[in-house]
C-alpha cells in the first residue's frame, strides 16, 4: 500500500486527483468511473480535444489462459475491443463504452475475440476533421504483428476500422502515436521481433505510414513505448520484453523524431525503480500550465488474472534535460 497510497498523494499536489484513486471503493479497486465502475481501459493514450479528455485502451474481460508452447508466458483474454472514457478534469471519468468492438464469426476479421488488439492511440487530423486510432493487431502467438487504423468523425467513436499494415514493410508490435506542434504525426513501433524499435512519419490524413522512416534502439530489445516533447527535444520511454513481468524503464532523446537518438538510462528513481515500481509504461501526458511536468502513465499487470490488472499514474519531471519519475 506504501506506493499506491503515494501514487494518491502526489497528484492531489497537481490538483489532478480526487475520485480517480479511492482505495475504499467497493471492491477494493482504485480507479473508478462516474458509475462506481472499474475502469477498464489498458495499455491506454489520451487525446484532449476542445477542452475534454478522452482515454482510449483495451478491453481485459473473460477468462485468461496461457497459449501453448510459445516459450514465453503468453497469457491472453479474448480481445475485447477498445474502450473510451471522457473527463474534463482528470478526475471523474464518465464510461463512453467500446468505441471499437469486436468481431465475432467473421473469417479473417483483424478485430475477432481470437485475435490481440492493444495499445490504441488516438490523434486529431486537422486536414481531414477526423480522429485517427492507430493500434497493435496481432494473433495469440504474435505471428501476423501489423498495425491497424480506425477513424471516427467524433472523439467518443464510434470508430470505423479500416485495415492493418505493416509500415515499409516491417512488422509491428507494440506501438504510440506521436504528433509534433508542427502538425506532423509519427508512429513509433517495436518490430523486427521486438529487436529494433522503428519511427514512422505518417502521411498527411494520418491513414498510412509514408516512406520516411528510422530504425532506432537497434538490437536493443525493447516495447511498450512513449513519447514526449520538452523545449525542442524528444524523448521515448521503452520497456524491456519480458512478458508480462515488470522490468526496468528506460529513456532515449533525439532533436528530431526520426533521431539519431541517444539511450539515456532509467529515469525512475526510488524503490522498485528497477520494475517501475511494478509496472510498464503506455502514455505520457503533459501537465497543462506546467511546462516541466507530466503524467506518467502506466500498467500493473496481473498476468494470470488480466482483467484484474491495475494502473499506476506517476508524475514525471525533466530538470536539466532529464527525466525524473520519482515516488519519494
Request: proline share 5%; hydrophobic share 35%; aromatic share 12%.
Amino acid at each position: 500500500m506504501k506506493k499506491i497510497f503515494f501514487f494518491i498523494l502526489t497528484f492531489a499536489s497537481l490538483n489532478l486527483f480526487g475520485q480517480v484513486a479511492r482505495p475504499t471503493s467497493k471492491d477494493g479497486r482504485l480507479w473508478h468511473d462516474s458509475q462506481d465502475e472499474f475502469i477498464n481501459a489498458h495499455g491506454a493514450g489520451i487525446l484532449k480535444h476542445q477542452g475534454v479528455y478522452y482515454l482510449f485502451g483495451e478491453v481485459k474481460k473473460g477468462r485468461t489462459w496461457l497459449v501453448p508452447d510459445q516459450g514465453w508466458e503468453d497469457y491472453r483474454v479474448p480481445a475485447g475491443g477498445i474502450s473510451c472514457y471522457s473527463s474534463k478534469d482528470l478526475r471523474l471519468w464518465r464510461n463512453e463504452g467500446i468505441v471499437l468492438k469486436p468481431t465475432t464469426g467473421i473469417k479473417g476479421s483483424d478485430l475477432d475475440t481470437g485475435m490481440v488488439i492493444e495499445r490504441p492511440k488516438v490523434i486529431y487530423n486537422e486536414k481531414i476533421k477526423k480522429f485517427v486510432m492507430w493500434m497493435h493487431i496481432d494473433r495469440n502467438d504474435y505471428s501476423f504483428s501489423q498495425l491497424g487504423i480506425a477513424v471516427s468523425s467524433r472523439p467518443a467513436g464510434p470508430y470505423r476500422y479500416l485495415k492493418s499494415v505493416k509500415p515499409n514493410g516491417f512488422t509491428g508490435r507494440d506501438m504510440t502515436l506521436f504528433k509534433d506542434d508542427d502538425g506532423k504525426a509519427y508512429v513509433v513501433f517495436a518490430s523486427e521481433l521486438n529487436a529494433t524499435m522503428h519511427v514512422c512519419l505518417l502521411n498527411d490524413d494520418y491513414l498510412s505510414p509514408s516512406s520516411s522512416y528510422s530504425r532506432i534502439l537497434v538490437n536493443k530489445t525493447r516495447e511498450a513505448p512513449a513519447m514526449l516533447k520538452h523545449q525542442g527535444n524528444y524523448y521515448l520511454l521503452t520497456s524491456a520484453c519480458t512478458g508480462w513481468s515488470p522490468n526496468a524503464l528506460m529513456y532515449a532523446t533525439a532533436s528530431d523524431p526520426l533521431g539519431p537518438w541517444q539511450e539515456q538510462g532509467n529515469p525512475c528513481i526510488g524503490e522498485d525503480s528497477a520494475t517501475t515500481f511494478d509496472s510498464q509504461g503506455t502514455f505520457v501526458l503533459p501537465v497543462e500550465g506546467k511546462n516541466d511536468e507530466f503524467i506518467f502513465m502506466a500498467d500493473r499487470w496481473n498476468k494470470t488474472d488480466l482483467e484484474k490488472s491495475n494502473y499506476l499514474w506517476l508524475p514525471l519531471r525533466v530538470s536539466g534535460g532529464k527525466l525524473i519519475i520519482a515516488t519519494e
